[in-house]
Nanobody
Framework: QVQLVESGGSLVQPGGSLRLSCAAS????????MGWYRQAPGKQRELVAH???????DYADSVKGRFTISRDNAKNTVYLQMTSLKPEDTAVYYC??????????????WGQGTQVTVSS
């Protein structure tokens, strides 16, 4: 059974940084693309970033230059390093695995989410 467990969400001041982690089990992690999505209150879930099995990345325009997605296949973990955080980054952040090596594949499994709140 696939399990994705996010961690690292917190309350942080504007301009601050956070690193989210997503530990995966039950999948052959190194062959799957992975992604981060977020959902703010009253809004639809939206893409933040994704990474192919080969390490290619893509980002939402709203986070380009501030967020970095990476993966450690030895640890079955995908990360989201977030810097220069803004109040509009406040959301529940979800980790997702894709059923293939690129983000053109179907969604596989979702994590339970981790709350990020950016506020002074």
């Amino acid at each position: 059974q696939v399990q994705l467990v996010e961690s690292g969400g917190s309350l942080v001041q504007p301009g601050g940084s956070l690193r989210l982690s997503c530990a995966a089990s039950g999948i052959i992690f190194r062959i799957n693309a992975m992604g981060w999505y977020r959902q703010a209150p009253g809004k639809q879930r939206e893409l933040v970033a994704h990474i192919t099995s080969g390490g290619n990345t893509d980002y939402a325009d709203s986070v380009k230059g501030r967020f970095t997605i990476s993966r450690d296949n030895a640890k079955n973990t995908v990360y989201l390093q977030m810097t220069s955080l803004k109040p509009e980054d406040t959301a529940v952040y979800y980790c997702v695995s894709y059923a293939g090596s690129t983000w053109s594949a179907h969604f596989g499994s979702w994590g339970q989410g981790t709350q990020v709140t950016v506020s002074s």
